[in-house]
Every structure is written in C-alpha cells, then in structure tokens.
C-alpha cells in the first residue's frame, strides 16, 4: 500500500480487511509510505499484521514476504510513486494481482492479472484474461460531505428544467465502448442531456475525440 492506495481507498481497504472470514485468510499489510495518515491505526486494528517497509530495500523486503508465506500479493500502488515494481519482478509470491487496475489500466508486467468486478468493466475488458472477475460488485459510495439541496424537496431536475439529464462518469474506454448505446438513448429522450464528469481536467484532445464520437452519431 502506497500514499495514493492510503489516501484514496483506506474505505474499501478497511472493509476489505473488516469483513473477512479470518477462518478463511489472513491479511499482511506492507506500509510504502513514510508520512502518517488518519486511516492508518484503523487499518492497523484490523489488519493480522503491518509492516512499514517503505526504507527497506526491494533484497530484504523479499526476503520478508518469503517469510511471511504470502500466497497471493495485491498490488495497491499500480503506478504511482512507492510503487515496487523491481521487486514485483522477481516474482516473490506465487500470485501477483493488481486491484481494479486504478482503474482498469492494464496489469503491470510484473502482476499476473487484474482484479475487476462487473460494474466496473465493460464486455471487452471480462473477455480479456488479464482480468480477473470478482464476484458482486466491490465498488460503493463510502459518505462524504455531500449535500444536494432542492428549493422543493418534492421538485426534480427534471420537472424543474424540463428535459432529461444523464450523468456519466469520465472512463474513456467505456465512454468509447458504449457511445452508440448513448446517443440511442439520447434521441429516444426528447431534448435530453448527457453531462460527463470527473474529478480532474480533461485533456484538450479527449474532450475533442469524446465531441468526434457522439457527432458521429449526429448528437
């Protein structure tokens, strides 16, 4: 687990660790990281055992998983920095698993597979052996400090704007995969929206190909 693993998905790593069957499996979890984060003695809690070996050299680490007898090694770090792929290439456990592909990026040469569920990934993707399905869906809104206020709470967007708005989340494979699937429902909805958003900027050059694609389409 890096800085960005802990920073952005301490929620599902907690739940992860939480809800297990402990008759099951057990759960080491190798800190690559050196600053403290508020996730960290909630994590710890649950965790059968934590190791911070973000200063220990890719030899001696090795040789730590050895001994551990970890089965089956999930990389949280994907490509950001703390990543450990020297190590990862030395094939240190008999299973080496990206999780979800941060997401959906194809799996580092050093992993063997993607873990992926369904809501996540398109036909093509599931077809593709580098991905591994899970079962159910390990994707979930965790809370936060959202709050959508309505001048009436008994008015939708629609009755108040008189047209449809669809809301799609900023994944250019699906986007591409499923951009004919779109601009049907687009012309089958009178007058209807489609807005499409993320949590970062949009290069030029995407938002040109995303306006190619659904003007094919003539929308």
């Known amino acids: 687990v890096n800085e960005f693993a802990i920073s952005k998905y301490a929620t599902f790593l907690e739940t992860m660790l939480t809800d297990r069957d402990e008759n099951l499996f057990r759960v080491n979890v190798y800190q690559q990281y050196s600053q ?3 996730a960290d003695s909630r ?17 001696t680490l090795a040789k730590i998983i050895e001994n551990d ?5 999930i990389d949280m770090c994907g490509f950001e ?15 080496q698993l990206n999780w979800l592909g941060f997401p959906l990026l194809a799996s580092a040469p050093v992993n063997d597979a993607v873990l992926v569920d369904g809501t996540i990934c398109n036909k093509e993707h599931l077809e593709n052996e580098e991905y591994h399905k899970v079962d159910g869906c390990v994707i979930c809104y965790p809370g936060g400090s959202i709050g959508i206020e309505l001048s009436n709470k008994n008015d939708s967007p629609l009755a108040e704007n008189g047209f449809v708005t669809f809301g799609s989340a900023f994944e250019p494979s699906s986007l591409e995969a499923n951009a004919d699937l779109w601009s049907k429902i687009l012309t089958h909805v009178p007058n209807s929206t489609l807005i499409i958003g993320g949590t970062g900027a949009i290069e030029q050059t995407m938002e040109r190909k995303l306006k190619s694609l659904f003007s094919d389409e003539e929308i």
């Open 69 to 73: 007898d970890i089965h089956v090694l």
């Open 36 to 38: 403290p984060y508020m």
């Open 43 to 59: 994590l710890r809690s649950v965790a059968d055992d934590w190791r911070e070996v973000y200063d220990i050299d890719d030899s």
């Open 81 to 95: 920095s703390g990543n450990r792929h020297a190590l990862l290439a030395k094939k240190v456990c008999p299973i």
